[in-house]
Every structure is written in C-alpha cells, then in structure tokens.
T-cell receptor, first 118, second 113 residues
Framework: DVKVTQSSRYLVKRTGEKVFLECVQD?????MFWYRQDPGLGLRLIYF???????EKGDIPEGYSVSREKKERFSLILESASTNQTSMYLC?????????????????FGDGTRLSIL | KQEVTQIPAALSVPEGENLVLNCSFT??????LQWFRQDPGKGLTSLLL?????REQTSGRLNASLDKSSGRSTLYIAASQPGDSATYLC????????????FGSGTQLTVLP
C-alpha cells in the first residue's frame, strides 16, 4: 500500500514564525501535492510538484513556498506565518498520467497536519 | 472555472439501506473523476477513480458512475453499515492539466445502527 507520511498531526506556531510542514511518500511517486482544507471552502491546492526541483503554483500559493530536493519528500514552507493560515494541511502523491485516453493515477493522501497560528 | 457540487451536504440513513451520493461538475472536459472518503480528523482515502472513457467503476459494495455529457457522477453504496459513516468527496481533473484535482465540498454520511 502507498504510504504518505506527514511529520506532525498537530502543530502550534506563532505569528511571524517560519513554519515547515514535511511530507514523505514511499512509493516512488513523481507527483506530489499540498492542499489546505477549511470549513465551507473545501480542499484547495496550494502547490504541486511533478519532479525533483520542479514546482507549480496551485490555486492559493500566496504566503507559501515549497521545496522538492528529493523525490520522496515535499516540504511546504510558511515564510512568515499569519493567523489566516490556521488550517488543516494535506499532502498527496501520485504516479504520472499513463498514456492513452483518460489515463491517470489516483492521488493518495496523508493523514493531515492541523496547524494553528496564534 | 470548473466547479464541483455535491448534494446533499449531509445524509442520515438506517443501517442496511442502499444509498446514492451525487456529484455534478460544470466543465464536461474532464480527464477523470475520483471519489474519496474522509474520516473525522483524518486524510482522504481514495475509493474509486473513473477515467473519462469509462462509465462506471465498482469496488465491493461501492459503484461509481460517470456521465460526462450531463456533468454528473453518482456513488452508490449498497447495504450501508455504520462503518460507512464518513464524509465523501468527489474530485475531477480537467483535460490538459492531468494533475490538478478540483474538489466538491463533500457529503457527510451517517449510517445509524
């Protein structure tokens, strides 16, 4: 089974701190994703990466950056944490799309990190 | 912009009932559609993935259908059990991007013993 591991289940930080959220997957997946989940807003994509050292912005990248130095690890960085970044953060990974019409691979998610910014 | 809607937002049924969860999307040019389950305080578990060329997928008591032309998908759960209680999310990937999922807001299902 695919295992996506997020380093912390719960995290409390202060406004202005630099925060690192770590995600590791053990299935050699090329694609990795960071989402945040908020009541009433659902899941929104922050950043994703389809290869080592490659990254693309999702729908809400402002205030965040990412790092993918190794294939198995994708880090989300809050450069200067603010209270509106209090949220549930979910990491996911997947294989690249296969060839052929409609071919694609499911995304597999970690258990999430509930981050509170005070 | 693709929008994904799930109705109802919450559903409560007695154990043993068959039920249907609905998902609709505004842009029919999807690459695939994926159904997930989320337990409280947890991440998402992938249930079924339907490619754009398929009409349905089955896994155990779950059956998901896809009608691209009408922009709809349904998740059918047979003989529901209390362990099926969770939030069910559908998500689509648009053709061309092949990576970015757009999620619905979910249906919170409670199966009463």
């Amino acid at each position: 089974d695919v295992k996506v591991t997020q380093s912390s289940r719960y995290l409390v930080k202060r406004t202005g701190e630099k925060v690192f959220l770590e995600c590791v997957q053990d299935m050699d997946h090329e694609n990795m994703f960071w989402y945040r989940q908020d009541p009433g807003l659902g899941l929104r994509l922050i950043y994703f990466s389809y290869d080592v050292k490659m990254k693309e912005k999702g729908d809400i990248p402002e205030g965040y950056s990412v790092s993918r130095e190794k294939k198995e690890r994708f880090s989300l960085i809050l450069e200067s944490a603010s209270t509106n970044q209090t949220s549930m953060y979910l990491c996911a990974s997947s294989l690249p799309a296969t060839s052929g019409q409609g071919g694609n691979q499911p995304q597999h998610f970690g258990d999430g990190t509930r981050l509170s910014i005070l | 912009k693709q929008e994904v809607t799930q109705i109802p937002a919450a559903l409560s049924v007695p154990e043993g009932e068959n039920l249907v969860l609905n998902c609709s999307f505004t842009d029919s040019a999807i690459y695939n559609l994926q159904w997930f389950r989320q337990d409280p305080g947890k991440g998402l578990t992938s249930l079924l993935l339907i490619q754009s060329s398929q009409r349905e997928q089955t896994s155990g008591r779950l059956n998901a259908s896809l009608d691209k032309s009408s922009g709809r998908s349904t998740l059918y759960i047979a003989a529901s059990q209390p362990g099926d209680s969770a939030t069910y999310l559908c998500a689509v990937i648009l053709g061309g991007s092949a990576r970015q999922l757009t999620f619905g807001s979910g249906t919170q299902l409670t199966v009463l013993p």
